[in-house]
Structures are given as C-alpha cells and as structure tokens.
C-alpha cells in the first residue's frame, strides 16, 4: 500500500508551496517521491501514467520542527503555529517536505507518496 498525498492546481499561479508535514515515527515518508499528473485525472481515476508530466521537482527535506517560513506567503509560519496549537501538537514531532513549483500546469495535480509499512510487519 501506498499513501497519496496531492496538491491540486485549478488556476493559474506562479508557485505552487506543498508542505506535507509527517509525524516523526513515519520514517518511510522521509523517503517519498513526487510525480505531477495533468488535466487528464478528471475524468480518470488514480495516477495514470499517461498523465504523468516531465517534472522532476523533489521535495526538500526541512527537518523536524522546521521553520516554515517562506517568502511565498508573510503570515504561512503565524497560521502554521496556530494550527499545531490548535490541534495540540508539538511541531518538534513533525517533519516537514517542501514541494515548490513554479508555473505549475493547469489543470494539474501534484502527488508525494511513499509506500506505508506493513502492519504487524
């Protein structure tokens, strides 16, 4: 099995910032790659590969308890810690991978996946 996590492109933008934040004890995300599928997904189900497009941005890795900021967005770190405030978590247990994107296509959607453990494994 393997997890799926997407960001959808709907309009046009100049950068596209996909945090996928991961809890400490899902070592195997630390390991995901990313792939980004064109317009074709909305009338087909999954990731075809046929829809795969030739991008080849990776996330990078910023570590467990990251600084989020980005000058992509002035108030991302200030909404980010009132969310982990509000859920009450500790961002010291999470990981962060930042997938940026410029110009991504339109429509689009961009997928970092790993493959999960087995359970009992």
């Not at 989020?68 to 969310?83: G, I, N």
């Amino acid at each position: 099995m393997t997890a799926h996590w997407c960001a959808s492109v709907a309009m046009p933008v100049e950068t596209m910032l996909f945090d996928l934040l991961v809890h400490r004890d899902m070592t195997e995300a630390l390991a995901a790659e990313t792939a980004v599928y064109g317009g074709a997904w909305v009338v087909t189900p999954g990731f075809p590969e046929s829809a795969r497009l030739p991008i080849d941005e990776r996330p990078v890795h910023l570590g467990r308890g990251a600084d989020l900021s980005t000058p992509l967005a002035d108030q991302y770190t200030s909404v980010m810690a009132r969310v982990f405030k509000g859920a009450g978590w500790d961002p010291q247990d999470f990981h962060c991978l930042r997938l940026v994107i410029d110009y991504p296509p339109m429509p689009s959607r961009a997928v970092i996946r790993y493959p999960l453990p087995v359970r009992g494994g």
